[in-house]
């Protein structure tokens, strides 16, 4: 997964999750 902080800032750490689960990573509960 690729992280964009220029698009993505770090405020919003769901969208970090998302973008992690595309490493084959296991959901996390929320």
Do not use: F, M, N, R
């Not at 997964?1 to 969208?15: G, I």
């Not at 490493?23 to 996390?28: E, F, N, T, Y």
Request: net charge negative; hydrophobic share 25%; aromatic share 4%.
């Amino acid at each position: 997964a690729q992280v964009e902080q220029s698009q993505q800032p770090l405020t919003e750490p769901k969208v970090y999750v998302i973008a992690s689960s595309e490493d084959s990573q296991p959901p996390l509960p929320s």
